[in-house]
T-cell receptor, first 113, second 115 residues
Framework: AQSVTQLDSQVPVFEEAPVELRCNYS??????LFWYVQYPNQGLQLLLK??????LVESINGFEAEFNKSQTSFHLRKPSVHISDTAEYFC???????????FGAGTRLTVKP | EAGVAQSPRYKIIEKRQSVAFWCNPI?????LYWYQQILGQGPKLLIQ????????DSQLPKDRFSAERLKGVDSTLKIQPAKLEDSAVYLC?????????????FGPGTRLLVL
């Protein structure tokens, strides 16, 4: 079965600094990849997803993630973070052909002024 | 558009007691999911429904957990009897159609503490 590893449990950064949240997955077949975000006191919401086509996917609030098949990674990046980006970020993977989405343990991003 | 609703938001019970959680998905969403999120871990899928039928309950501890979605809309998840290790946040999510290509919309969760 597929699995996800988020390499950093916590990432503190200063406002306007760049950030990268790392995600690696394992699977023997082709996959779909997702990043979900959970803002304080809110439910999980989809940030972006890779299904097929271009390996670089973007969100509406400036995040992007790149699917790297050879390195089995789907790292999330933002060139300049805001205080409002403080949240917990979850990477998830699903094998194509089944409906079982597996989540990583999450990375808590804290943006400091 | 109203989001996924869950109740209660918090529940404290003693071990061996029973508890039930309720979920109302987004109107028109055919697929409903229940996840368990233990502190420090990501959500783990327990069960998913397509309309009122179960499509996957392979990770549901069936000796104590049960779930139903009788009319293909609301769903309840029950634990009977509860154990200490059941302390977690229980998340309900829904999607328009079946398949992980579909975006899942999550509710706020029910935080369960078993003493």
């Amino acid at each position: 079965a597929q699995s996800v590893t988020q390499l950093d449990s916590q990432v503190p950064v200063f406002e306007e600094a760049p950030v990268e949240l790392r995600c690696n997955y394992s699977s023997s077949v082709s996959v779909y990849l997702f990043w979900y975000v959970q803002y304080p006191n809110q439910g999980l919401q989809l940030l972006l997803k890779y299904l097929s086509g271009s390996t670089l996917v973007e969100s509406i609030n400036g995040f992007e993630a790149e699917f790297n098949k050879s390195q089995t990674s789907f790292h999330l990046r933002k060139p300049s973070v805001h205080i409002s980006d403080t949240a917990e970020y979850f990477c998830a993977v699903s094998d194509r052909g089944n409906n079982d989405m597996r989540f990583g343990a999450g990375t808590r991003l804290t943006v400091k002024p | 558009e109203a989001g996924v609703a869950q109740s209660p938001r918090y529940k404290i019970i003693e071990k061996r007691q029973s508890v039930a959680f309720w979920c109302n998905p987004i109107s028109g969403h055919a697929t409903l999911y229940w996840y368990q999120q233990i502190l420090g871990q990501g959500p783990k899928l327990l069960i998913q429904f397509q309309n009122n039928g179960v499509v996957d309950d392979s990770q549901l501890p069936k000796d104590r957990f049960s779930a139903e979605r009788l009319k293909g809309v609301d769903s309840t998840l029950k634990i009977q009897p509860a154990k200490l290790e059941d302390s977690a946040v229980y998340l309900c999510a829904s999607s328009l159609n079946y398949g992980t290509k579909e975006t899942q919309y999550f509710g706020p969760g029910t935080r369960l503490l078993v003493l």
